[in-house]
């Protein structure tokens, strides 16, 4: 029986079952709580002054414009102001940049990684800035029309005309080993952004009609078609927007799906998705149809595959 789960924190329930935070959490310590990043900018108050110096963690002005977009910026596990997790008493992130994590299956050894993507190299990957969905697997726009398109029509703008905007605070996978109560191996990842504005350069500034739009798929032996990631009734991602953390208000971003298994093969099973900054522009093109900006996007995903074996040592 397999059991996937794009979104846990919403979704654990059919073969997955109720998982514990504890194993969710992949033994990460206790939480330590960091001050929840804020927009940087207020047209209405702040002078046109050159951006502040930029924190260590942001790539180097060097780099191409799209990589100034997303800022590694790992922080350990800290609330989220959204909905917990089952056996959680409060929603908190999984914390840090955990690249790889190995487990055993069936008497085999395997890893769960962060996926490489856009040819990226060395063993600790990022997530990817994009401009707009071009994944041939993830088929964002094909996707997102076919399920969405009778009731909106969705405008791409091209990125953002600031920089910085998303700070990610935490990006890694996880693993749970089967136990007494749950015999189930689950593995997945998760990632945690908060998406700060740079309003005075054009970028939309916070407020309820900014939304995520996520489409993910699954490759492999346990592959499914893309998907909007979506409630019933509009193509919004619902696990993320304005939320209140600690007394300030920011503009998140969480997801941890994972896969239940037993009794499969988990060799080269991955994970893909894209999620989107969107705006619900509260006007209606001449069909009718709601007009919803999108703005720039990140790209992730994880990868099983087995591990070699350590050889032991020789005499």
């Known amino acids: 029986m397999t059991g996937f789960s794009r ?4 979704r654990c329930g059919g073969s997955l079952g109720l998982t514990t ?7 990460v310590p206790a939480a330590a709580v960091a001050t929840a990043g804020e927009p940087r900018t207020d047209p209405a108050t702040d002078p046109p002054t050159e951006p502040s110096t930029a924190p260590p963690t942001e790539p180097p002005t060097s780099m191409p414009d799209g990589a100034r977009h997303l800022v590694p910026d790992y922080r350990p596990s800290q609330p989220t102001g959204l909905p917990p997790l089952p056996g959680q008493s409060a929603g908190t992130t999984l914390g840090g940049h955990v690249a790889a994590r190995d487990f055993t299956y069936k008497e085999r050894p395997y890893r769960i990684a962060l996926l490489p993507v856009a040819g990226q190299a060395g063993d600790a990957p990022e997530p990817v800035y994009e401009e707009t969905p071009v994944d041939p697997a993830v088929r964002f726009r094909q996707t997102l029309d076919a399920a969405w398109g009778a009731y909106y029509t969705f405008r791409y703008k091209g990125g953002f005309a600031g920089r910085d905007e998303f700070r990610v605070q935490s990006y890694g996978v ?11 191996t689950v593995v997945g990842g998760g990632m945690y ?4 504005p740079d309003v005075r350069r054009g970028d939309p500034p916070l407020g309820d009609t900014l939304h995520w739009i996520q489409v ?3 490759l492999g032996p346990l592959g499914r078609p893309p998907e909007v990631d979506a409630g019933l009734s509009n193509p919004f991602y619902p696990y993320g927007g304005l939320t209140p ?3 300030t208000e920011v503009f998140n971003y969480f997801d ?4 239940g298994v037993d009794g499969v093969d988990l060799v080269d099973t991955q994970l893909l998705a894209e999620t989107f900054l969107a705006q619900d522009t509260g006007r209606k093109d001449a069909a009718g149809r709601e ?4 703005f720039g996007g990140i790209k992730f995903g994880w990868q099983v595959s087995e591990a070699q074996p350590v050889s032991p040592p020789g005499p």
């Open 245 to 247: 953390i600690n007394g």
């Open 216 to 218: 993910v798929t699954s």
């Open 21 to 27: 935070a504890a194993g969710l959490l992949g033994g």
């Open 193 to 196: 952004v908060v998406y700060e």
């Open 174 to 184: 996880m693993v749970q080993e089967p136990t007494a109560d749950n015999p189930t």
């Open 256 to 259: 941890m799906p994972q896969i």
């Open 291 to 294: 007009i919803v900006n999108i």
């Open 7 to 10: 979104r846990a924190l919403l």
